[in-house]
């Protein structure tokens, strides 16, 4: 059939690593003109069964203990790194050494110190990469930003964004590795303030400066006595133990481009449940998006009020999945669609997605959001080059 | 790994005959439990670039044109009815006939004759059947039946059920086998009403007799001098043929339990996309829900004001497909569930999915709108036996 | 001054009559233009206290037990009928009788043969009237009106319009006048349908036939053992007597101009609280109005989707009363606009206000609503001369 | 009838000016318990046509050229201040040293400073007074507070506050006094933010400090040949001159209890009209109420979602003006609330209504957040003694 054939490694099969499985193979058909037929070669995971279900159900030919084993096999062309966040950089580096692109999610590391290692390596060895900034692929997201673009909205003046989710919000929610500077570095910023960034500099370019505070709402977990996977399944007892990292972070912040914007991120709202909302105010009009109504676009570009466009055929890439405007994609589909560009990235070398370089870009904003919030000014967000959100 | 395989074939491989397959493949892992394997050995479809695309992307062992071949396949276990609704009734009763349990899409035939023909049929050979009444697995919809069957809301008084979309709007919309009796059978009533008496019913019971109206709005259109798939990709001339089915239709219900309510739908609605809407109302409260933003429900169950709920674990199968509440499941999700519970209906010999009896009661509730509209009077409903809904 | 003075007599000092009061009050500031001057000359109640507070705080230069006084009064130039609706025949009559221009509340009579009485006795006499069809005056469900008769939606096809409160949701509501035939007559058709065939025929002409049910949801209620004032303050005892008439009723209905439509109204409703709303449909676009976001209005002629626009300047009477979009108009402003459009009926003798013809052709659709109720048939609706809803 | 007469001057008759009075006149229906007649005695106005609208249509016994014949107007208990903002501390001072409680619109002054020297002023004769803040009288708003002092939605942990109007949009809006430091004194932070400012503190405490931006979006405007009223009725021509004061302000706040928020506000914002947006998040729940939808009020105290309340009876003073839940106030019904609670404070010596304390409070948040948008510093806010808002 003439398809170019790309081996795939995944490691960490919780939620997301099977997604990236999933992903992977709903490409093809999806996207057949870019030829491409991926092979789910090998899987790691620690835990038996997430690896008898790679081989069982996700299609894996096979699947290891050892995430080495995967960067290492000559068969793997790219690899999926879906780990938890303190052990992306170890992955990562080992996947540039190796040659391998790879598919990394958020936060790219623990902190801006993590990102900008891993992003300098792959810059250095010139691999394509793809950040887990599925929101991007949002196809009301995508058409808002061809509105911004093509001018509809004037100027671009403000910015607001914020990303409310109520995860964290029940204090006997288990103090699980993310609630640990060792281990998941920042909290809400890595969680969520790294989204809210992507898409803040992908609608109105680079962010130059922030003002910000931050704070930690519940500042005592109990301790996990048996692990869970994510969120679930821990059993806790008796003992709490202290939350090293934030639960709510707030900033203003001064874009490159003159434009100004605020950005605020919480896991422990109550009432909102994934409410991540970008809304772009320009002198010709206005926009508005929220992630709790994906497919929905509020748009006023001088209509005297806000029209709710539905997405539908010429929204992005809505039409490789639904037929007509009013039927709800999923979120799973977001990261088809970021498969479907890593792949095409691989295929082409030139960056079609979210890059490493844009992963360090997110968690500089998010380290100027930090420092901050510890000594009162203003900081200045370090640029970094190669991003590929103003492309 | 001793999972049960099932042979798969799919006949007729236009959008609905891909989401089928790709259904089928996703069940194993979403439903591990089931301990089932499904196969797609044999797709039919009389056009060469859809057969192409069933064995390189969609994952058939091989594909036909001739859709007798997939039913006479000792290997196909069950089968896929996706081809244009003239057809369901002469590949449904061969199905039968060979003894393979089927999934058809609706409506199940152009008419209720086809629909009683069908499920007598199948009553008669014992099989167990599915019909594509996918809103009934939609999260909040299974919600909203607990909550109704719980009695939260009281007793039912009364529906509000409207299917309003823009599909054929335009004059312009090329006249295709949807718009003639000969091929379609009914217009709004088959494509869309069905839907509504289908959830009406599993909502409040059967429907025991109605008062109608129906109407033409579009009264013309251009005839195809090159036809397309679906509603995109024909060609047409100068000349205009007639439209010989309804465009919309609106109803009067009276339900065997002594509720009451209205029933409309449109194919010419201007501003509703795929505004799909059930509001139930009770002596204790009410619910409402619209498939345009599928994942929330409103309920009032004693609040004050209405609750919108955002679908999540604890809604029907919602959390088989995403990890928590706010995050959208797509439509072809809804298809995966039908899938699996048409599997779980084929390897239990129980009925997990709606039945063709259930197609035919849909249509039953259909054929009494369009009698009444003809004639001015409420008509009595067809008591169908062995209906699901009310189970 | 040189403003033309113009006597008030207001009979029954409910809510309602109070409203009335207030409302002549305010029309000269609002309407300077009329160079009117109402004066607030008698009022009539049973109820001591409401004597009193006509006087001291209405601005009433007196205040009667019997509402004859006012009908005879000279100095009384133009009447609010404000009581209950057993008695809008009798005083209606007498103010024709007397020839003073009445303003009264609707329903305009019990049924329809009360309220062709009044409207032939008023077109025979020559009398300008005005009835409580307040929401006529919604700036929104002006501009509205406005985008119809401009064409913007196209032809008109199909209308849904329904009324669902929630004011006799309990069934320990006491059984006060309003459910019994003799001092009511109808229930929600009189309350709420009456209101919904008025804006369905200002936005679409008139209706010519319906198909209808009805129904009792709450059959029994206690019996005061001590009247209080409208839905509050009474005391009931354990015994409970019959509701006599509906708490709810659908329509299907069928206009003179070929559009279709339907209309549904409630009083047991429990969820909405006063939710009114008409859509209209037309072959170029769709609006909606709902009386809950009484400032809003839906409309969609082509955007792609619905826009949002809040009431300004520009829509209606809005400027007369807020100095900019997005501020809130109040009910009782609408009951202002009404008595302005009265008083200038009354000073030009041209009909500016939904007459006591409009009152009648609303009653002629509830009672061909209770007759398709009651045999099951599709019912005409009885033309009525001089209605103001088509002008 | 024993009623205590006040009399009341008003000074100037714009469009607050004229509602003032209109307020006072509606107190004694609304407040009957109160037992008071307010008298219009004399207003004061510079043009012509709004004095003789004052005896002609608002009911006053005369009007004057000269403000200080107001103050000087033994007759006159109380004056209202409905001038332009750089006026506001001459007349209030005038009024302090006539011993007259006034009710002055916001902002108090141009400035903290101005705001101080009134509100000191008033401290030291010992005054009641109101200002404008008008919000606080929203059902809706009376309600939320009353839920959040309850505990019901837990401690509250932050706030997100933001106004966004389009009065200032478009570029070609003429240069009025509204633009100029000399007489509007700061822009949309006076305009706006001030009343973020009071329902933050009125329902989460005391602001503490401050970390801002502001901007100018619309740099130059026309400069008006011919004045207008309000921002309509100009006359321009080709010249422009520069806008003094920012149209946009975004800030950071921290409050004294520890709850941290965000404040914005912009006057050239396009695609809101008045969108007043107040969201509290607490441990237990969220509320969340937007001035366009004044009556209604989102609450998740634990139902899973946000339950949107529509005010009715026991929301604030809603029952004085409507009898049901649903049907909508009056923006200036707000406005009738605040001129009763003025006059009761009047009579009672009590200050219960937000007082001249309160206005200084608000404008030291304001001037914090121009100072810290100035020198990019956290601002603490200064202490104000005497404000009503955490009574």
């Keep these: 059939m003439g398809r170019r054939e790309i081996g795939v490694g995944v490691i960490g099969l919780g939620w997301m690593g099977r997604l990236h499985a999933r992903s992977y193979r709903a490409v093809p058909e999806r996207w057949p003109e870019l030829g491409v037929a991926p092979r789910l070669v090998l899987a790691a995971d620690p835990v038996s069964e997430n690896r008898e279900a790679a081989v069982d159900h996700l299609g894996f030919a096979?699947?290891?203990?050892?995430?080495?084993?995967?960067?290492?096999?000559?068969?793997?062309?790219?690899?999926?790194?879906?780990?938890?966040?303190?052990?992306?950089?170890?992955?990562?580096?080992?996947?540039?050494?190796?040659?391998?692109p790879f598919w990394v999610e958020k936060p790219m590391g623990r902190d801006a110190a993590d990102a900008a290692e891993i992003a300098r390596a792959v810059a250095a060895r010139g691999l394509v990469t793809a950040v887990g900034f599925n929101y991007r692929n949002v196809p009301a997201v995508v058409h808002a930003r061809e509105l911004i673009r093509s001018g509809r909205l004037g100027r671009v003046t403000n910015l607001r964004v914020w990303l409310l989710a109520d995860y964290a919000a029940s204090p006997d929610a288990p103090l699980t590795w993310r609630y640990r500077r060792e281990t998941a570095g920042s909290g809400v910023i890595g969680d969520l303030l790294c989204h809210g960034a992507d898409l803040a500099q992908l609608l109105a370019?680079?962010?130059?400066?922030?003002?910000?505070?931050?704070?930690?709402?519940?500042?005592?977990?109990?301790?996990?006595?048996?692990?869970?996977?994510?969120?679930?399944?821990?059993?806790?007892?008796?003992?709490?133990?202290?939350?090293?990292?934030?639960?709510?972070?707030?900033?203003?912040?001064?874009?490159?481009?003159?434009?100004?914007?605020?950005?605020?991120?919480?896991?422990v709202a109550r009432g909102p449940r994934a409410e991540y909302v970008v809304e772009v105010y320009g002198t010709g009009g206005s926009l508005r998006w929220n992630f709790e109504r994906m497919g929905e676009l509020q748009v006023d570009a001088g209509e005297g009020g806000y029209t709710t466009l539905l997405a539908g055929p010429g929204f992005g890439d809505y039409a490789r999945f639904q037929p007509s405007a009013g039927t709800s994609m999923g979120f799973d589909d977001l990261k088809t669609i970021e498969a479907a560009r890593f792949l095409r990235s691989v295929l082409t070398g030139e960056q079609h997605v979210p890059s490493a370089a844009d992963g360090w870009s997110a968690a500089e904003v998010g380290a100027a959001v930090a420092a901050s919030a510890e000594d009162g000014r203003w900081h200045d967000v370090l640029p970094v080059p190669g991003t590929t959100f103003a492309q």
């Design 205 to 267: 370019g680079r962010v130059a400066a922030v003002s910000a505070l931050t704070g930690t709402v519940v500042t005592e977990r109990p301790v996990p006595t048996r692990a869970g996977v994510g969120h679930a399944g821990h059993e806790v007892g008796e003992e709490r133990g202290p939350v090293e990292n934030e639960d709510h972070a707030a900033a203003l912040l001064r874009f490159e481009s003159g434009a100004v914007g605020t950005l605020e991120c919480s896991r």
């Design 62 to 100: 096979a699947a290891t203990e050892n995430w080495r084993a995967v960067v290492a096999d000559p068969r793997v062309d790219v690899v999926s790194i879906c780990v938890p966040n303190h052990l992306h950089r170890e992955v990562a580096l080992a996947a540039v050494e190796a040659g391998t």
